[in-house]
Nanobody, 126 residues
Framework: QVQLVQSGGGLVQAGGSLRLSCTAS????????MGWYRQAPGKERELVAA???????NYAEPVKGRFTISRDNAKKTAYLQMNSLKPEDTAVYLC????????????????????WGQGTQVTVSS
């Protein structure tokens, strides 16, 4: 069984920092792209940052220079370091692993597309 388990998040004052983690459990062979999305109340889900397996990164304009995405392939984990947080960063943050190869005892090697974590609340107070 493959799962993405998120940790981190919480309540922080404006200007503060938080770090989010997302770890894949199960017999994971590789993950092509690891990403972080967020969804604020009444708004659509939006990409925050993504990193490919060759280390290429992509950031949404509002978080450039403040957020840093990284990954540890051996630990099958993605991180999002969030600095200089603003009230407008308040949202539920979800990790996404795309094109994740894993092995299943009964089905052999499979590929999961757009696998989501459970989400974690980040609240930034002014």
């Amino acid at each position: 069984q493959v799962q993405l388990v998120q940790s981190g998040g919480g309540l922080v004052q404006a200007g503060g920092s938080l770090r989010l983690s997302c770890t894949a459990s199960g017999n994971i062979l590789s993950v092509n792209t690891m990403g972080w999305y967020r969804q604020a109340p009444g708004k659509e889900r939006e990409l925050v940052a993504a990193i490919t397996n060759d280390g290429s990164t992509n950031y949404a304009e509002p978080v450039k220079g403040r957020f840093t995405i990284s990954r540890d392939n051996a630990k099958k984990t993605a991180y999002l370091q969030m600095n200089s947080l603003k009230p407008e960063d308040t949202a539920v943050y979800l990790c996404n692993f795309d094109r994740m190869l894993f092995t299943d005892p009964s089905m052999g090697t499979r590929e999961a597309v757009n696998y989501w974590g459970q989400g974690t609340q980040v609240t930034v107070s002014s």
